[in-house]
Structures are given as structure tokens and as C-alpha cells.
């Protein structure tokens, strides 16, 4: 016989009613703790005391009462919504919008609602999906400055300079003030040979005590750009190096889920595989693609342009950046006795990883059935260990780039900081992490059976054709003529890195030599890169 739980008292549930209307969480979680801790279950009491858990940094405990109160009233938008702003908080973007989804689905016309899971969307990153939830909020609401200002955004980083400004003009037309819609027209205006209209706009809004830290060293990496395009590469480096003085000054601390620095993880790494005999080959197993292709290397090496290319294919489809492969990487990666691990691991143990990858791939709408299957990851190359004991018959495609140019462009770029991205605030950080990922790539050649084809960034601009040609005979595909219009698919919006603006402007040289300007100040860093501007062939400093 199962006894049900008590009964709630009206009284303190009006009194908790009270203390929410009045904004006091603290009194409402104060009247609903009793009745909790004796058992009552009520969808408000649970609210009232996750929602004074989450105004106190308590996001786990909180996502529990928020999930009591799901489970008990799943009628209520409310509820719903509330467990999605508590999986934002934890970073648990996903999630966040499955929940904020069942919120907007009992109350369709939620602007507030719609507007931050647009929001969630461009963290995740999807961009197209983020685009369309926007229109959404605009189509409620007009004049909605948010989803305008972060439509101009979206448009910008995609290189869509006519759009931004539509959408920045009418961002402006609600609030003359707008910050976005206002860094948005001097970002166009820097793209489109109109830098000299952009540099007050930029002072005016660096000088405005109301922008937050992070928006500042934005302003500031549009400042560096400014000064690159006017031709004053000192000025531009100290705005980049302001910019990312200020990403320092941020609270948190970015690590990788095993709660490393990703420098230590690379140093734990090598130091392990440096141990290792060469490795035999895993044995066969079957997959859910024609052919599985990893694409990696480093940021900024020219892995968004390969992956457009190969997506223009009919025979290929691609994943940019989505990490299938990450909950395998977290069971496995340092400290060394996961490691030990990933060998140690039974095929069933392993088959499982590979199911819960191609669980994870369709989740992301791709079906890989019958085509070549590239997910790429710049930064795969430290997880490869992981990548051939899960895939060993997987394609390898590693992107090359003069090493003094990745390494400026990761200093100069504003990224969103993760635990990648953090190694970048100094110019020494960005130049050791490269160095040391690009040793510990050598190493994994050594130990780890692979199929591998180098992509030389450079060569792949100059002659277009006939390494597209060389990339596709070692992915078993024939030359396709839609592969040269890969700057026409990416106007689509669908890119969701850093080079999009770049992919869009279609196959030029802009990049290929950009540190020269800047050679002064990569002097310093140059004992660790000339190792590997010898090593990949490229001319001497």
C-alpha cells in the first residue's frame, strides 16, 4: 500500500504566493522549507525554494527543485522555464532549450521566453536555429531591440554587411543608444572600405561606462581591426592585447571537465604518450557512414574552409564543432590512469562510446547513412587517442597553416572563452599551447596507427582544384564542380565559427602572410614557433 504524501497548508502556500509576488525569495523559501522537509510535495513549493537556491549560486540543487516542479505540474510554462534559466546557469545549453521549448510550447506568444532561448542557441552554437527563433520574437514584437541587435550580430559574423545594417538601423530606430546595433555599423563599416566612419562610433562606445567587460574587449578587438586596416599594426596590437587583457579580468576559471587547465592536459599528455610503443591497429568494426573522416589540427588553420569545401560535396555530410565524440573524451583523457583506461576498455565498453557518438550526431539532425561522414574539430587533434581507439578505420585530414599566422590570428580573434580559447589572452600562452599541441601531434604519428592527409592551408588557396582533387582521392570521392561554390552555401548562415565572415568572401590570400606587419612583436614568441615554421616547410622569418 503506498501512503501518499501530506497534504500542503493553504496558509503557507498563500504565504509563499505572497512572498514570491513581493519578489522576496528569501521569505518564500523560509515558508516553504517545513512543509518540504515533512514531506509535502507542491510544484510552488519546490519553485519557491530552488528559486532562493538560484539567486545564491546553489544551480544544482536548485535544477532539482525545478525538476520536482516540472514533474508534478507539467501544464505550467512557468515551471518549465524556470528549470531552463537554471541549466543556462550550469551551462547545460541543451537541455536549456529542450526545457525552455516545453515552456514555449504552453505559451507560444513568450517573447521573454523565445528571446533567451534564441540566446541559448548562439552559445551552443546554431546559428540558423538562433536566426529563426529571432524572427519568431519579431514577429511578436517588431520593435524588439534584442533580437534585432543580435540579428545585426549574427549577420555580421557571417560577413552579411548589407543585412547587419538593416537590422542595425532598425535596432537604432527603437534605441539611438543601442550598443550592438551601434558596434555593428562600425564592424561594417571596417569590412567595407568605409574604416575612417567607424573610428568615433568605436571611441564613443569604449568611452560609455554602461558597457559591461566583455563587450569592451569586443569593442577593443574591433578597435585592433581598425588600426590593422589603417595600417598601423602597433596600435592594433596593443588593442588586441587590451582586449584580451580584459577577458583575463573576468571571474571563472576556464578548464576542461576533468577541472584541467587544456595547456596542463596537453603537457599530461605527451608526458604519457612519450612512454607509449607504437600501438596496433584496433581491430575493424562496423559504422553507421560510408567512410568516417576527423578534420582537426589547430584553431585557425584553415578547418572551416576544408569543412565548406567537402560539404559542398553531394557525397558528404559534415558536423562543425558539436563534440560527439566529448563524453568518451571526458571518461578517458588525463589523469594518466584513464588513460590506461581507454586500453584497458572491452569492446562492449567501447562499442558503447561509439553508440552513444551516433546517438549524439543524429541528435544534431545529421544522417551520415551512406555518405563520407566529417566532423570536424580543430582541436581534436589532443583527443585522438580517444578518436582511433573508438574509430580506427576513421580518416585523418590535418590542417596546416604557417604557424607565425595561426598563432597571431588565435591572439587577435575574439572567441568565446572555454577552456581552448583561455590559452589565447597572452601572446607567450598562444604561442607555448601551439608548440606543445603541435608536439604532441608528432608523438601521436609515432605511437598511433592512423590514416592521415595533410592539408596545407596555403596550397589549398593557390591551386584550388588540384589539392580539392588530392583531398578527395583520399576520401574515396570524385571531383564534384559544386565543391567551387562552397562561398554561396556558406551564405547560408550556417557557420558557427570565428571564419565564417572570411568562408563567405570565397578563396583569397588575405590571410597568407598577415603576421609580417606584426613580426616585432612575434619576435619573442619565435624560439618556440621557428621549430615548426622549419617543420612544415615554410619560409624563415
Known amino acids: 500500500m503506498t501512503i ?66 516540472t514533474r508534478l505540474a507539467p501544464g505550467n510554462p512557468s515551471a518549465w522555464n524556470a528549470e531552463g534559466n537554471c541549466l543556462i546557469a550550469l551551462g547545460r545549453h541543451e537541455e536549456a532549450v529542450e526545457a525552455l521549448d516545453k515552456a514555449i510550447a504552453l505559451r507560444p506568444n513568450a517573447v521573454e521566453v523565445l528571446a533567451r532561448k534564441a540566446w541559448v542557441l548562439e552559445q551552443i552554437p546554431n546559428p540558423a536555429a538562433a536566426r ?25 559574423q557571417q560577413g552579411g554587411w548589407d543585412e547587419a545594417r538593416t537590422y542595425a538601423a532598425r535596432a537604432l530606430r527603437t534605441n539611438p543608444a543601442h550598443p550592438t546595433a551601434r558596434y555593428v555599423v562600425a564592424t561594417a563599416d571596417i569590412e567595407t572600405g568605409a574604416a575612417e566612419r567607424a573610428e568615433q562610433p568605436l571611441l564613443d562606445l569604449l568611452n560609455d561606462k554602461t558597457i559591461s567587460e566583455a563587450d569592451r574587449a569586443l569593442l577593443l578587438t574591433a578597435l585592433g581591426d581598425l588600426r590593422d586596416k589603417q595600417g598601423r599594426p602597433d596600435d592594433a596590437f596593443e588593442a588586441y592585447s587590451q582586449a584580451n587583457r580584459r577577458l583575463q579580468g573576468l571571474p571563472g576559471r576556464v578548464t576542461t571537465a576533468g577541472g584541467l587547465p587544456m595547456s596542463e592536459m596537453v603537457r599530461l ?63 578517458y583523457m588525463p589523469p594518466p590512469h584513464r588513460l590506461d583506461a581507454l586500453y584497458k576498455a572491452t569492446e562492449q565498453e567501447i562499442d558503447g562510446h561509439r553508440k552513444r557518438y551516433w546517438q549524439s550526431v543524429r541528435k544534431h539532425g545529421i544522417d551520415p547513412a551512406g555518405k563520407v561522414f566529417v566532423d570536424k574539430g580543430p582541436i581534436y587533434t589532443v583527443d585522438l587517442p580517444v578518436i582511433l581507439r573508438l574509430f580506427p578505420d576513421a580518416k585523418i585530414l590535418f590542417a596546416v597553416r604557417d604557424p607565425r599566422d595561426v598563432v597571431l590570428s588565435c591572439f587577435r580573434t575574439h572567441f568565446e572563452l572555454n577552456s581552448t580559447t583561455a590559452e589565447f589572452l597572452t601572446l607567450e600562452s598562444t604561442a607555448a599551447f601551439y608548440a606543445d599541441v603541435m608536439q604532441l601531434a608528432e608523438i601521436y604519428r609515432k605511437v598511433l596507427p592512423m590514416d592521415l592527409h595533410e592539408v596545407r592551408h596555403e596550397a589549398f588557396v593557390d591551386d584550388f582544384e588540384s589539392e580539392a582533387r588530392r583531398l578527395c582521392a583520399f576520401l574515396g570521392l570524385g571531383w564534384d564542380e559544386t565543391m567551387r561554390k562552397f562561398a554561396e552555401r556558406s551564405k547560408l548562415g550556417t557557420i558557427a565559427t570565428a571564419s565564417a565572415a572570411q568562408i563567405a568572401r570565397g578563396l583569397n590570400r588575405e590571410g597568407v602572410g598577415r603576421w609580417r606587419p606584426y ?13 615548426w615554421v622549419e617543420r612544415f616547410g615554410y619560409p624563415p622569418s
Not at 519579431?138 to 550580430?153: C, E, T, V
Open 4 to 69: 501518499p504524501p501530506p497534504a500542503p497548508d493553504s496558509a503557507r502556500l498563500q504565504a509563499v504566493l505572497t512572498a514570491l509576488g513581493a519578489r522576496d525569495a528569501r521569505r518564500a523559501a523560509e515558508v516553504a522549507e517545513p512543509e518540504l522537509s515533512r514531506g509535502v510535495e507542491h510544484p510552488l513549493l519546490f519553485t519557491a525554494r530552488g528559486i532562493w537556491r538560484a539567486e545564491n549560486g546553489r544551480h544544482q540543487e536548485a535544477l532539482a527543485d525545478f525538476r520536482c516542479a
Open 132 to 156: 529563426a527563433t529571432n524572427l519568431q520574437v519579431l514577429a511578436l514584437d517588431p520593435n524588439n531591440g534584442q533580437a534585432l541587435g543580435r540579428l545585426a550580430f549574427a549577420a555580421a
Open 269 to 331: 599528455l605527451t608526458a604519457y604518450f612519450e612512454r607509449r610503443t607504437r600501438q596496433p591497429r584496433a581491430p575493424a568494426h562496423a559504422t553507421e557512414c560510408e567512410k568516417h573522416v576527423f578534420l582537426l589540427g589547430f584553431l585557425r588553420s584553415g578547418t572551416t574552409l576544408l569543412e565548406q569545401v567537402l560539404a559542398s560535396h553531394p557525397g558528404v555530410v559534415t558536423l562543425e564543432e558539436k563534440g560527439p565524440i566529448a563524453g568518451a573524451v571526458q571518461d
Open 519 to 531: 613580426a616585432r612583436h612575434l619576435e619573442p614568441v619565435m624560439p618556440r614557433l621557428q621549430p
